[in-house]
């Protein structure tokens, strides 16, 4: 690995680093480490390039950091200044031994890789998905794998997570969850506004390293009015999520362990002050721990797990309907034969001839299977999706039996259209390590020409999924793509994966059997989020599908048919999306030059379009007729053109001689 001849254990490691984290002055050289791979540099505004640095391969990712300050608080921690050269020492130490740690978790996965080739070079058969399907392996993606949601959103989905639990949270913390949101801001934000000012002129500065540590050291007072909340408030929220006195957090004694850090991240300084060195996981704590405190109590364990189901159901049908409308997103469906229930729907997307199956839970990895023991990472996923998964089966079975019936959550009757595709996505509620990696290898799951393989995610990704795809067309026009990759497609989180698609749109040839997307591949995505959730400079749009063609003619009938629920515009505007940037130039030209002639002589004209080798064609008339007159036209025109090339499906769309859009679309689909 690194030409050691006899690599040390992993618990080795783990102690040289508890040890050096015990140094005297080591609090500001994890101050150092905050300030180098916990801040986003950029000036002026935020762009994909900036937020590349986050992906550097050198960064200490957040486990690693966490890790490093729950090791800290297990010895008294000493705040005396430091001679910067002692702790770029230190730091230097740090990244070292956290990098033989890192090797040691990867050995696993090599010795498996290795001893897998071997196997087939005995003419063995051994599937790759088998090498994750290890605990000792999958427990380096859960530490290092890249996060499964920004820390704005824990912030943001925190407030609505528990605003049900305001009055127990009042009784018991002494602050509803709106105080506690508006002080972890604050305190998450302060150290940045005051490194934006000093790192400029760092480099002049010889003490920089411990003007850094100043600014992650907040006091009471100031983070109370930030929060715009009474010092009494803030000081219940801080202690909240404050680590007791140290030395404390004795139960961390291995990686996998408890870590109070992860729980409690800020520390408290000998004068009292409030020390902050990493925002995210304030707000993932924030996202988390409540419903723990919550728990605790025997007398209201049971109406806090019901808002933690409700939420999760809650969240993803509101964000759905934001995108398809009120009308087309249902919770609660109860399925019936007859008296006798089949089974629920969590949350139910109809739109045209498709439909979304969402079943929804709230099952966390625990702590045995993030130490990489076999029966509890298999236990946890099947209580986590494995049982969500084939819930949405029977749900989507149940869609396409003509003798169930459907009752919505009031318990009205609810029509179900026939259905050509159904998607199963199943929601987990909290961040889940390595969720991706897990499903690839855990999962069992069926599918059919009408019943799509499942996309496993959180309620993270459908919050970014709804914000960048907010159209019924884009939306479902990605998750079939997706979908139609299974087991093609390798990739840590399937935030690498959106981010590939909105930048260079998701296309794979057919001559790949595997395509790695990296994780780096999410930075387009990860600049417009923050930009839009954020409010900072910069832009809101990623480069690439939304916005490269958006002028263009192909552009201006997606926009125009992207919220319709006709079948057949559904199926063009598919095909619209797959297109390259010759076809869609082709396609535009034919667009405006049919549209002209019609402009200049009043007559019906027309041009076709073939796409994917033949499988399918487009012909368009632009026409001044009445749509009585000119759809039995277009519909003889595509007849004609479908059985000379012989294609399965053959689309019409009539456009306007004014602009060229749409007026209507029509789909010929059979063999």
Not at 14 to 32: I, K, M, N
Not at 92 to 103: F, G, I, K, P, V
Not at 503 to 521: K, R, V
Not at 570 to 596: I, P
Request: proline share 5%.
């Amino acid at each position: 690995m690194n030409g050691e001849k006899a690599a040390r254990s992993e618990q080795a490691v783990f102690d040289d680093l508890e040890t050096l984290c015990a140094t005297s002055g080591f609090v500001h050289a994890l101050a150092a480490i905050a300030v180098r791979d916990n801040m986003i540099v950029y000036a002026g505004a935020m762009t994909p390039a900036a937020m590349a640095a986050s992906y550097a391969r050198e960064r200490t990712v957040r486990t690693e950091f966490t890790t490093l300050l729950g090791l800290m608080i297990k010895h008294p921690v000493d705040f005396s200044a430091a001679d910067p050269k002692v702790v770029d020492d230190l730091v230097t130490r740090a990244s070292t031994l956290l990098e033989e740690l890192h090797d040691r978790l990867r050995q696993p996965m090599f010795d498996a890789i290795i001893g897998g080739m071997r196997a087939r070079e005995a003419g063995l058969e051994v599937p790759a998905e088998t090498i994750f399907a290890r605990g000792d392996v999958l427990r380096e993606p859960i530490f290092y794998g890249g996060e499964s949601a920004y820390s704005f959103q824990f912030l943001e989905l925190a407030l609505e997570r528990y605003t049900p639990d305001d009055g127990w949270l009042r009784a018991n913390k002494g602050f509803g969850i709106a105080e506690a949101h508006a002080v972890a801001r604050a305190t998450g934000r302060l150290p940045t506004t005051r490194l934006s000012r000093l790192l400029p002129g760092r480099r002049k500065d010889p003490d920089w390293a411990r003007n850094a540590l100043d600014a992650f050291a907040l006091t009471l007072e100031e983070i109370a009015a930030e929060a715009r909340v009474g010092t009494d408030v803030a000081q219940d929220v801080l202690d909240a999520f404050t680590a007791p006195a140290s030395p404390t957090n004795a139960e961390f004694k291995a990686l996998g362990d408890f870590n109070l850090a992860a729980a409690c991240p800020l520390v408290r300084t000998p004068d009292g002050r409030y020390l902050s060195l990493q925002s995210y996981g304030l707000y993932e704590s924030l996202y988390d721990s409540p419903f723990y405190w919550m728990h605790a109590d025997a007398g209201y364990r049971a109406e806090a797990s019901k808002h933690r189901g409700a939420f999760t159901e809650d969240f993803v049908a509101r964000r759905l309907a934001e995108v398809f409308g009120p009308a087309r997103v249902h919770r609660g469906v109860a399925i019936k034969r007859g008296t006798k229930h089949v089974t629920d729907i969590d949350v139910l997307v109809t739109f045209a001839d498709r439909a979304i199956v969402l079943p929804c839970k709230s099952k966390k990895l625990t702590l045995a299977a993030r130490k990489g023991n076999d029966l509890q990472l298999r236990s946890d996923f099947k209580k986590s999706v494995q049982d969500a998964y084939d819930q949405a089966r029977v749900s989507a079975d149940s869609l396409l039996d003509p003798s169930l019936t459907f009752l919505d959550a009031q318990g009205a009757p609810l029509a179900v259209s026939k259905l050509r595709t159904i998607y199963p996505v199943c929601v987990v509620s909290d961040s889940y390590p390595a969720l991706t990696v897990q499903a690839r290898s855990f999962l069992t799951h069926t599918a059919d020409e009408i019943v799509r393989p499942p996309i496993v995610t959180d309620v993270f990704l459908i919050d970014v999924m709804a914000e960048m795809l907010s159209s019924p067309l884009r939306l479902l026009s990605y998750i079939d793509r997706r979908v139609s990759y299974t087991g093609r497609l390798n990739s840590m989180n399937e935030h690498a994966i959106l981010g590939f698609h909105l930048s260079q749109n998701l296309w794979l040839e057919e001559e790949y059997s595997m395509a790695m997307i990296d994780d780096t591949c999410a930075t387009d995505l990860d600049a417009a989020m923050t930009v839009r959730r954020e409010g900072v400079p910069g832009s809101p749009t990623p480069d690439g599908v939304l916005t490269r063609f958006a002028r263009t003619p192909v552009g201006r009938i997606l926009a125009a048919i992207e919220h319709r629920e006709s079948v057949a515009e559904v199926d063009l505007g598919f095909l619209l999306l797959t297109l390259g940037e010759t076809a869609v130039k082709d396609l535009g030209k034919g667009l405006e030059a049919v549209a002209a002639r019609t402009r200049k002589d009043g007559r019906t004209h027309d041009f076709t379009h073939i796409f994917a080798e033949g499988e399918a064609g487009l012909t368009v008339h632009c026409s001044s007729l009445p749509n009585a007159e000119a759809i039995p036209e277009l519909r003889r025109h595509c007849e004609n053109r479908k059985y000379i090339h012989r294609a399965g499906a053959w689309h019409g769309l009539l456009v306007r001689a004014e602009d060229g859009l749409p007026k209507l679309g029509i789909e010929l689909r059979f063999p």
